[in-house]
């Protein structure tokens, strides 16, 4: 069905508020989970909406937290999220560094115990439309099993690059395994089968049973190549976060386990920022110019699909799924009986 934005947000922001999250905060995680479900990713979007309340109520999250925030070197932020909301603790950090990286060029944050951040393109995004170039990489619970493995032992550790152009920033966001566990999620929600090589079941057998994916293991994008890379985005995180690392990560999928992961944001200011930016626009439009294999399908650049979605659903209405709708109405309703 489709459902004018303001009136999925006023909903979700409605929900959050009435459980203990104060405005500002309800309206920044709201917007992280509305842009994910504008963009056609619904495995990053509201479907996540009654997870984030039940982690507060089980003290998981901590709402009204932005976290601790310490400079520990000029252009190094380290960040205790004191399990506040993952986008408000990033947002948070992200405006300390920003400016930092402004005046020096460059800054980083490195996030540990704060929740989960949702869609990176989101705050890449945010940090290219200002002009500078961002690195953001986050970890998982181990999702993914290794090249020639049968067993989860790394994170699904997206990464999402973006960089300022016209008419809008290139943003790029994907993550090391095939597939998001959110993906998975949403296909078992629907009743839906996955794609044979999307994952192992808890046996480490194929399948294309959604529900036993999700006590399984998703494969690595690209076979060792994505494992490897997989594998450094662990590391780098996890090491500069002071974050666990592997099967010792808990919280991104429960509602119980306090949130152990990492993220780090990396904020650039290009020295010739004009001169990058008609760069960037002329090599996109080279791209998109190009001659397609198929007629009836041109050249994308990374991220344009995604900005194709979301001007469709501001002009003519978000599109979510039937029970997903009829969930978080129940959920609102349940918000409003425990606030009588």
Request: charge should be negative; glycine fraction near 10%; charged fraction near 20%.
């Amino acid at each position: 069905m489709l459902v004018p934005v303001e009136q999925v947000r006023e909903l979700a922001e409605g929900i959050l508020v009435a459980n203990g999250v104060p405005a500002d905060q309800a309206r920044t995680q709201a917007s992280l989970l509305l842009e994910a479900e504008m963009r056609a990713i619904p495995s990053h979007g509201l479907l996540r909406l009654r997870r984030v309340i039940e982690r507060i109520h089980s003290g998981a999250t901590v709402p009204g937290i932005t976290g601790t925030l310490e400079w520990t070197a000029r252009s190094f932020l380290s960040v205790d999220g004191e399990r506040g909301l993952g986008p408000v603790v990033a947002m948070a950090a992200l405006n300390a560094i920003i400016p930092r990286a402004q005046e020096d060029g460059i800054a980083i944050a490195a996030i540990r115990n704060a929740n989960h951040l949702g869609a990176l393109a989101y705050y890449a995004e945010h940090v290219a439309a200002l002009g500078l170039t961002c690195i953001a990489l986050t970890v998982s619970e181990a999702l993914v099993h290794p090249w020639g493995g049968r067993k989860a032992m790394i994170g699904t550790n997206p990464i999402a690059i973006g960089v300022p152009a016209e008419p809008h920033p290139m943003v790029l966001d994907m993550a090391t395994g095939l597939v998001s566990m959110g993906k998975i999620h949403d296909h078992a929600n629907r009743g839906a089968p996955i794609p044979l090589g999307w994952a192992l079941d808890e046996n480490g057998d194929p399948t294309t049973d959604a529900t036993a994916a999700k006590k399984g293991a998703i494969a690595p994008f690209g076979g060792p190549k994505g494992y490897a890379l997989g594998i450094a985005f662990e590391v780098l995180v996890s090491s500069l976060a002071g974050a666990a690392i592997g099967t010792g990560v808990k919280g991104t999928l429960d509602s119980v386990n306090p949130c152990n992961k990492g993220d780090i944001f990396i904020v650039i200011a290009p020295p010739h920022a004009d001169a990058a930016r008609e760069l960037v626009s002329g090599y996109l439009d080279d791209i998109r110019s190009a001659a397609p294999a198929d007629p009836d399908h041109p050249v994308l650049a990374p991220g344009d699909r995604a900005q194709k979605a979301r001007s469709q659903s501001l002009a003519k209405g978000m599109y979510i799924d039937d029970g997903l709708w009829a969930d978080l109405q129940k959920l609102a309703a349940e918000s409003r009986k425990e606030n009588v």
